[in-house]
């Protein structure tokens, strides 16, 4: 198979570099801007704990620069929610080797937070997987990711969406696993994005105040979690409790600093840190603030968060110009009105 990496940021530059080390020859990356021309030029530079490395792979700014697509091809969409609809629409309609489209033919895996994009593709895509990531991984310098856990990056739960698995999912399966990617195959995906979702809530927190480990700014995540568990209760939505989450993930990870380079924020500080001008919080906080109109539980804790993320976003501040303290005083005047 050939593994096409839509998004090669954080997440996805890890997952392809990863593929890459194992020896997996197939991988091409599509970025733009910045992150286009430095992969383009001076490849993607993937640091770990187990060293550094360069990999000189194929890299293209978009579906047309790559031609027809091969009827072996694994789209991997690693883009922020927020640009899904765009990169569907630019990559489903493209032709397939031997007739048809990607849409209809190909296997799209949606390794991304939140849970949206899984629902925006299979409009189009005959053919989705959920991927519930849990790699922390740091991209804030065009053609750098940095991926600080040992003795793998992360676990990458998948599985078809909405539910099942497949001989392709195993497949995919066995190649991320050859790249120090624990990928367990689960039929029930999208129980662990949610509840990946839930501890996603906390990114604006640390996004608009540069703190997450803080007792005032742990006080404030545990709020807006109580308010997602409520929310997803009433909407009867299933989630992997914390204590599953544990168990799986046991001490398979462990975060090992290296270059003495202090490790980076969550994937919503990194957007503002990058200046993207965009950042995922309708999709985290705003997946709650959603969920909860629809089935009458107020939010006002994650209405805040994701207020004030889209604000630092759209008025191109850096992480952390605004404190716990005053996050808190917003949400507790929300609350009061």
């Given amino acids: 198979m050939r593994y096409i990496i839509i998004g090669a940021g954080a997440v996805g530059g890890v997952i392809g570099g990863r593929l890459a080390q194992a020896g997996h020859g197939d991988v091409v990356l599509v970025a733009r801007g910045r992150q286009y021309e430095a992969l383009r030029d001076k490849g993607l530079r993937v640091e770990t704990p187990d060293g550094a490395r360069t990999h000189q792979l194929p890299v293209v700014d978009g579906p047309e ?12 969409l690693a883009v922020k929610t927020q640009d899904s609809a765009a990169a569907l629409a630019a990559w489903g309609p493209r032709p397939v080797e031997g007739g048809g489209t990607a849409a209809g033919r190909l296997p799209l895996v949606c390794a991304q937070n939140g849970v949206e994009s899984e629902r925006l593709a299979l409009r189009t895509f005959q053919r989705v997987y959920g991927m519930c990531v849990w790699l922390p991984a740091t991209f804030v310098e065009p053609g750098v990711v940095r991926a600080p856990g040992a003795p793998i990056s992360g ?11 497949d001989e392709t999912a195993r497949a995919i399966s066995a190649d991320l696993e050859k790249g120090l990617l624990e990928a367990p195959v689960v039929d029930d995906v999208m129980r662990w994005k949610y509840a990946k979702l839930l501890a996603n809530l906390a990114n604006a927190i640390e996004a608009v105040s540069g703190v997450l480990i803080s007792d005032e700014a742990l006080a404030l995540f545990r709020r807006a979690r109580a308010e997602g568990e409520a929310v997803l209760d009433a909407a009867g939505v299933a989630y992997a409790s914390q204590d599953e989450e544990k168990a799986a993930r046991a001490d398979k ?45 107020p939010t006002p804790v994650n209405d805040v968060l994701q207020e004030l993320a889209n604000e630092a976003a759209r008025e191109g501040r850096s992480a952390g110009e605004t404190s716990v303290a005053d996050l808190v005083a917003a949400v507790d005047a929300r609350r009061e009105s």
């Fill in 253 to 297: 990870i462990r975060f090992e600093p290296f270059d003495g380079a202090p490790r980076g924020g969550g994937s919503s500080w990194q957007s503002l840190q990058r200046g993207a001008g965009s950042i995922e919080a309708d999709y985290l906080n705003g997946e709650i603030a959603l969920l909860g109109r629809l089935h009458g539980v």
């Fill in 155 to 165: 676990m990458l739960h998948l599985g078809r969406y909405p539910s099942g698995t």
């Fill in 65 to 76: 620069a790559l031609g027809a697509l091969r009827a072996d091809d694994v789209l991997i």
